[in-house]
C-alpha cells in the first residue's frame, strides 16, 4: 500500500514537471487597413503649356503637398500628377508628371 501511494505521488510530482512545447506558429500578418475615407478628386483646370491642372478634392480629405495621385478617365489611368503647395479651399494645383489630364478627369490614389 506504501508502495501505491508513493508511485502515485511520484508520478504526480513529474507529471508537473514537463514543460509543454512551445508555440512554433509564426505570427499572423499585420491587417490590411486602407482609409475610411479615401482621397479622391476631380480635374476641374487644365494648362497643357503649363503642364498643370487644379483638382477639387471637396468630397475627400485633402491631399499633402508632394503626394503623387493617377489620373483615370473611363475607368482607365491616363496620367500623373504630383500635388503643390497651391491651394485654395478644397482646390490643389498639381503638376502633370506623365501621360494627360482632360477637365471631369477622376483623381486617385492608386
Not at 61 to 89: C, Y
Amino acid at each position: 500500500m506504501k508502495l501505491a501511494a508513493l508511485t502515485f505521488a511520484l508520478a504526480c510530482a513529474l507529471a508537473g514537471c514537463v514543460a509543454p512545447k512551445p508555440d512554433t506558429k509564426p505570427p499572423a500578418p499585420p491587417p490590411d487597413v486602407k482609409p475610411l475615407t479615401p482621397i479622391l478628386g476631380k480635374v476641374l483646370v487644365v494648362n497643357t503649356d503649363l503642364k498643370y491642372v487644379v483638382v477639387d478634392f471637396a468630397l475627400s480629405r485633402p491631399p499633402t503637398a508632394g503626394d503623387l495621385f493617377n489620373v483615370f478617365r473611363m475607368g482607365m489611368k491616363v496620367g500623373e500628377v504630383r500635388i503643390n503647395n497651391l491651394s485654395t479651399a478644397a482646390n490643389f494645383a498639381a503638376d502633370i508628371t506623365a501621360g494627360e489630364a482632360k477637365v471631369g478627369d477622376e483623381v486617385r490614389k492608386d
